[in-house]
Structures are given as structure tokens and as C-alpha cells.
């Protein structure tokens, strides 16, 4: 059950060590490790952090770029807030960024534990898992919509016709759209899962598995005591990871849905888009940019610290 | 930290309003929303060497399809904008609201009184001032698979009825004899997408009386979602989908591309759409396997809606007189025949010019059921400071109808008046 005794050694020792030692040998010149990341640092200011004021500074605006901006101050998120489209996206969007989370980091640890191991064989096979997650997500989509195809002879339907269930009207039913579409991420997501997973599951000691063999532990058991402890950090950075990517899903809903029907699966992007780029109401859409990201930045902020909690 | 860094500091409430001191010999810059390399911008390129050959004025021309309005945006920003926009009529309205473009003295346009009556009404803004001279039009009809038609032994459709019949024959003979009940009536691009949803049914509910916003004597728009017209035209539409079932399925997410294929594919036999497949299911499907004819009566009449492009004269130009000669030889006879011209190539649909007989450029009759259909029933979107809002509204509402057959027609149609209301309450057009 020790955790600790199970988890990776921390690198941070080690670090301190060696950069100690590079500070006496280079000097200890402050501004060489600036100067690496320099290149980064402009491109992310450039492309990242100036949008960013830009959108803060927009949200409090109404935006109309050649006759000048007029200062409307909290009225767009007033709008934003008080409207019933935006509440339903943002409960959509979170349903979706569990239901993937969740769905993809399962069926991910399920695969990880079926392809863990060192043979040829399965260095195939986990390439071929892998697949989903480099096709371009807007093949995937479309391949889903065809696949979803509502009718008795679509492909989805003939394989829970196979079950007795069925036609379903998948992401053209309002009940099952939202769910359609977690699927269709939960496809895409798990593998990517999988392979970090699998870098977990190499970092656990051998020995420990040999301990609870020696004492008798069937596989559940050994999976209960000691893969999932030791895999504690690795669920941590995934659900950070997996919660981001599901509160800003956009690609998938717009393309296979966009937000339809009857909004049963509108999100908080696409909506953001509408607003903004389909209607020319920016400064409405960046006020709900700006909540998504503030969104994001607290689940990132609570997660570290119940992590930095656990660990200390 | 530095939230003002990169704000730009527009001077005051009116910035760039004023005129720029005018230069006769500057070249014009023409941007064009249509893919680049693609037709679209060899028929833009094609008119412009025209222009240039006939006036000697230089012109620019660029192409741009994704984010158009975004890039357009991004110069305003920088008070640099192009001197000539080809985009939507429909845009006119966005871009009045954004000052942009500049009113248009259409005494000061060669020619401007030859545009058809309906043009001129679609370059009209809400207050009335023209901002904008179409060049080029398009209304819709109804392509029909000829050889299931004549299977069935049914007329052309002459009103609904008679359309709901041909599509339920469709949908239930098996016109295409395989065997399966794999066909369907009528093919309906249902997705919110774009708006899609509400472009296709205003065919419908302007033929059955119906209107999303009625414009009141004051000038102000009231939503029209509710009158008894509008709710019989959405309940017929919606019945197509969930009494009758005539529509292909999957309809809801469906945007033109898979729609259009449904038609190729031998999937859906009716479609109403613009003159601008022909060319596309000409080769795809054939052109014996279909043929073209008028929207059949509504309850109302035949109205179809009426869309196209017009060339917009952007605000701060150095060469308002270049802009003003540029417009009037888009119009001109010979310019609207340069722009029909070619199998492909053409940015010019219908010509909006009185006196151009298309029939002289372009003998296929199909092209004149549209042009007659243009004339004579073409109706296009109001011109409010932003349509987009309506459109979408109105497409989210249609979609939910068709997508969700348990939904209360009555009911969502009054929460969609509520929507528009709110909409053009904030447009500062909502009659009280």
C-alpha cells in the first residue's frame, strides 16, 4: 500500500545537483538558460499571450475594428451569462469533458494493461491502437457522421443490430447526440491514454509485482494494490491533460452536430465561435473566451494543489 | 499586465469616416470571397483584365475564402481596408454596422438604372441609404430525378400538395427499383451550420405567407414567427420530416456538401437549390436524369429566396472615382456578359442588368427558368444590421422541429420569437 515506496523517484534532486555544478562550470551566467528559451518565449508572446490581452481588452468592448471600440464594460459577460444558450453549453461541455475523461482514461488503462510488454508483436499492435489519435480529427469526424448514418443499414446501427438494439438516430436524435459524440472523442482520446499509461507502467518497480505474487495476490488484486498507486502521478497529468482538451472541444461538435439539434450538443466553443466569428460580435464571444479560460486555469490551479496536498 | 498593449487605439467614436485625399491614378485592390485558384477568382481576374482594358485602370485582385470576414476585420483594424470587396449581398447589412463601406451616390454609378428592381431594393440598408451595387443574381428552383418522376406517372408539381405527393411516390415506390426502401423525397440540408436550416425553409415560408421579422410602418422589425402563416408554413416543413418522413435521414447534420450528394447518389429526388449546380450535377448525375423547373405555389404565391453578390466601395479609398467606374462596368452589359461567359468560370449567375437577355450568353433553357424565376418571385433577406443573428436563430429552431418530432411546434416558435425579439432589440431595429 506504500505509495511512496511505489511511486517514481523524483527528479528533483539530481537536478539541483547537476545544475549546481553547470553553474560553476559556465560561471553562473543567469541569462544562457533565457537565451534557449528565448525563440520560444517570442513566438509564444507573439502568438500566445498578446491574443490573450487582446481578448481580455475585447470582453469588455464592443468590438467594430474600423469605427473604433466603445467601452461597454461587463455588459458582454452580462449577456454572455444571463443567457440560456450559454448555460446549457457550459453544462454540455462539462457532461462532454467528463464523459470522454473518464471514458477515455478507462478504455486507456484497460488497453494499456492488454499491451503492456516487450514483444515484436505488440510493439505492432500498440502503433496500431495509436492510430486514432494522428489522423486528422477532421477525417475522423467526418468517418463517424458516415458511420452514425441514422437508418437500419448505417454501419453503427447494423453493429447494435447485432444486439437486438437499434436504429438509432445517434448525433441526428437529440437524446443520444451528446453521448454520440463522447464516443466518437472516446475513441480518439483512449489511445493517446494508453501510450502514457504504458510510459507509467514501465516506471513501476518489478519487484513489487513479484512481492505480491510471492504473497498470493490474484492479477485484481495486484492491479488494486499496486499498478494503480503507482500510477497516481500519471492520473494526475491525464486528467489535467484529458479535462482541458474536453472543456475546449470544438473540432468534433462542429463538424458532426454543430451544436444541433435543438442545441442538445452546443459547447462552449462552438457557441464562442458563433458569437463571434458567424455573428461579428466579438467582444461577446471573447467574454466567453475569456470565462473558458478562466474555467480551465481554476480545475488546472485545484488539481496541482490537491496533488502538491497528496504528495507532501 | 500590459492589457492595453496591443489594443489599438481608434481615434475618436467616428474614426475613419473622414474622406482620403483622392489620388485618380491609385490601383484599385479588389478582394474577392471565393477560393483561391479556384473558378471564382479566374472569372474575378477575368473581369478585372476587362475593366482595365477598357478604362486603363489597374486592379488588383485577390482571392480569399476562409475567415474572409475575419481578414477584412484585421484591416479595418489597421484603417487600411481594399478599395473593392466582392462578397454576399447579404453581408450588407454587417458590414454598414461596421462602417466600413461607403454610401454609394448611384446617380454617380453609369448604368445603375438598368438593375433590376430587386437588386437595387437588396443594396438598400436599414436606413435606407444605398451601400453596395449588385452585380450578380440567384434564386432557387426545384431540380426533380426525371426518370423516378416519370416511373411514378405524376405531374411537375404545380403546388404543395402536388409536392408532397411526388415525395411521398419517391420515398415509398422504389423509383430506383434495387429492391430497398433506400430513397427518399426530398433533400433538406438541415444542419445549423451557417444557418443552413432557415436558408432552405425561407423558400418555403415566404411562399406560404410566412416571415421571420415583419418590418412594421415605422421602419422597426417585429418578429413573425407566430402569425398563423409562418406556424401553418414551419408545421407543413416539419411534417415533411415527421409525418410523411420524405426527407433524406441524417438531415439534421447535414450541411450542402453530403446534401448535394444525396442528390448525386441517387439517394433523394427532389432538391431546391441555385443555378450554381447545374454545372456540378450535369457531370455528376447526368443531365437527362434531371430536369429544372419553377418552385411550385405555396399557399401564398411562388416566392423563392433571391441572393447574389454585390461589389462593395470600401470606406477611406484613395480612388473613390476608380470604385465608382469599377461598379458601374460590373453592371454594364458588357460586364455582365464577361462575367457569365465560360462553362465554369463564371462569377456572374443571373445578370442584374434590365437589358442583358441571359439566353444571349447562355442558350440552355434551364438558365432562363432561373433568371424568370429571379424576376419574377426572387425575394431577398431584409437588409437589418445583422441578418446572420435571424438566420441562425431561425435555422437552430427549424433543425430542433426536424431533428426532435416530440417538440411542441407552437411552443418553440414562440421562444424563437422571444429570441428575435431580444435580437433585434439589441440591433436597435425592434419595434415596441
Same mark, same amino acid.
Request: include cysteine; proline fraction near 6%; charged fraction near 20%.
Given at each position: ?139 475522423? &469526424?467526418?468517418? $463517424? +457522421?458516415?458511420?452514425? #448514418?441514422? /437508418?437500419?443499414? %448505417? =454501419? ?5 443490430? @447485432? ?53 498470493? &495476490?490474484?492479477? $485484481? +488484486?495486484?492491479?488494486? #494494490?499496486? /499498478?494503480?498507486? %503507482? =500510477? ?5 497529468? @491525464? ?74 | ?432
Amino acid at each position: 500500500m506504500s505509495v511512496r515506496e511505489a511511486a517514481p523517484l523524483t527528479a528533483r534532486a539530481p537536478v539541483t545537483r547537476t545544475s549546481a555544478r553547470d553553474r560553476r562550470r559556465r560561471g553562473g551566467q543567469w541569462w544562457v538558460p533565457w537565451l534557449f528559451l528565448a525563440p520560444a518565449l517570442v513566438l509564444f508572446l507573439y502568438f500566445k499571450f498578446i491574443p490573450m490581452a487582446r481578448a481580455v481588452s475585447m470582453s469588455v468592448q464592443e468590438v467594430r475594428p474600423y469605427l473604433g471600440n466603445t467601452w461597454v464594460g461587463g455588459a458582454n459577460y452580462a449577456e454572455i451569462l444571463s443567457s440560456d444558450g450559454f448555460r446549457s453549453a457550459a453544462w454540455n461541455t462539462v457532461v462532454l469533458a467528463v464523459g470522454q475523461t473518464f471514458g477515455s482514461m478507462v478504455l486507456g488503462f484497460g488497453l494499456a494493461l492488454l499491451v503492456e510488454g516487450q514483444t515484436r508483436k505488440l510493439t505492432f499492435i500498440r502503433s496500431a491502437a495509436f492510430l486514432p489519435v494522428v489522423v486528422p480529427l477532421a477525417v475522423t &469526424a467526418e468517418l $463517424w +457522421r458516415i458511420m452514425y #448514418h441514422p /437508418t437500419g443499414d %448505417g =454501419l453503427m446501427n447494423q453493429v447494435i443490430g @447485432l444486439i437486438g438494439l437499434g436504429p438509432s438516430g445517434f448525433i441526428n436524435d437529440p437524446h443520444t447526440s451528446l453521448a454520440s459524440i463522447a464516443v466518437t472523442g472516446i475513441w480518439r482520446g483512449a489511445p493517446y491514454d494508453m501510450m502514457i499509461f504504458l510510459a507509467g507502467l514501465a516506471g513501476i518497480d518489478r519487484g513489487l509485482y513479484e512481492a505480491a505474487t510471492v504473497d498470493g &495476490a490474484s492479477t $485484481w +488484486r495486484r492491479i488494486v #494494490h499496486v /499498478t494503480l498507486p %503507482g =500510477l497516481r502521478p500519471v492520473f494526475a497529468i @491525464l486528467f489535467v491533460l484529458a479535462a482541458v482538451r474536453g472543456f475546449r472541444t470544438f473540432t468534433e461538435v462542429f463538424l458532426l452536430t454543430n451544436g444541433g439539434p435543438n442545441g442538445s450538443t452546443e459547447v462552449v466553443m462552438t457557441l464562442i465561435y458563433k458569437l463571434g466569428l458567424e455573428q461579428s460580435r466579438l467582444g461577446v464571444g471573447s467574454a466567453g473566451a475569456v470565462l473558458l479560460f478562466a474555467a480551465t486555469l481554476v480545475l488546472t490551479v485545484c488539481v496541482q494543489l490537491l496533488r502538491r496536498r497528496r504528495s507532501a | 499586465m500590459g492589457l492595453g498593449v496591443a489594443l489599438t487605439v481608434a481615434g475618436c467614436g467616428g474614426g475613419g469616416g473622414g474622406k482620403a485625399a483622392q489620388d485618380p491614378s491609385a490601383p484599385l485592390e479588389l478582394w474577392a470571397r471565393t477560393t483561391p485558384g479556384g473558378d471564382g477568382e479566374k472569372g474575378m481576374k477575368k473581369l478585372a483584365a476587362a475593366f482595365e482594358a477598357a478604362t486603363g485602370q489597374k486592379v488588383e485582385v485577390t482571392a480569399i475564402f476562409d475567415d474572409f470576414e475575419t481578414k477584412l476585420s484585421q484591416r479595418a483594424a489597421q484603417k487600411d481596408l481594399p478599395d473593392i470587396v466582392m462578397n454576399d449581398s447579404s453581408q450588407l447589412g454587417t458590414m454598414v454596422g461596421q462602417g466600413i463601406v461607403r454610401e454609394v451616390d448611384l446617380s454617380a454609378i453609369k448604368g445603375s438604372d438598368q438593375l433590376l428592381a430587386p437588386a437595387i431594393e437588396a443594396a438598400r440598408a436599414a436606413d435606407g441609404k444605398t451601400y453596395g451595387v449588385p452585380y450578380s443574381a440567384q434564386a432557387s428552383a426545384l431540380l426533380i430525378r426525371k426518370d423516378w418522376r416519370a416511373k411514378t406517372g405524376l405531374p411537375v408539381p404545380a403546388n404543395w400538395d402536388q409536392l408532397v405527393a411526388l415525395a411521398k411516390a419517391f420515398t415509398t415506390q422504389d423509383p430506383d427499383g434495387n429492391g430497398k426502401a433506400d430513397t427518399y423525397g426530398m433533400a433538406v440540408p438541415g444542419s445549423t451550420k451557417r444557418g443552413y436550416a432557415s436558408w432552405y425553409f425561407s423558400n418555403f415560408l415566404w411562399a406560404g405567407g410566412g416571415d421571420f421579422i415583419a418590418k412594421q410602418p415605422d421602419g422597426k422589425y417585429k418578429p413573425a414567427m407566430t402569425t398563423p402563416e409562418s406556424i401553418a408554413a414551419t408545421t407543413w416543413f416539419r411534417d415533411l420530416a415527421c409525418t410523411s418522413k420524405v426527407i433524406q435521414p441524417g438531415a439534421a447534420t447535414m450541411d450542402t456538401p453530403p446534401t448535394n450528394e444525396t442528390f448525386e447518389a441517387g439517394k433523394t429526388g427532389m432538391y431546391v437549390v441555385g443555378p450554381y449546380l447545374m454545372p456540378r450535377f450535369d457531370s455528376s448525375l447526368g443531365k437527362d436524369k434531371y430536369e429544372v423547373v419553377p418552385m411550385p405555389k405555396g399557399p401564398k404565391d411562388s416566392t423563392v429566396l433571391a441572393e447574389g453578390g454585390s461589389v462593395y466601395l470600401m470606406a477611406g479609398s484613395k480612388n473613390e472615382a476608380a470604385q465608382n467606374a469599377f461598379a458601374a462596368y460590373a453592371i454594364s452589359a458588357e460586364g455582365q456578359k464577361i462575367g457569365m461567359e465560360g462553362e465554369k468560370a463564371f462569377i456572374v449567375q443571373l445578370p442584374v442588368n434590365k437589358s442583358v437577355d441571359i439566353t444571349s450568353v447562355r442558350p440552355d433553357p434551364r438558365w432562363k427558368l432561373y433568371a424568370d424565376a429571379y424576376r419574377e418571385h426572387g425575394r431577398y433577406a431584409p437588409s437589418i444590421p445583422n441578418w446572420t443573428v435571424v438566420r441562425q436563430s431561425t435555422a437552430d429552431t427549424v433543425n430542433a422541429l426536424i431533428a426532435d418530432c416530440g417538440l411542441d411546434t407552437g411552443a418553440e416558435l414562440k421562444k424563437l420569437d422571444q429570441k428575435l425579439g431580444e435580437a433585434l432589440g439589441q440591433q436597435g431595429i425592434g419595434a415596441s
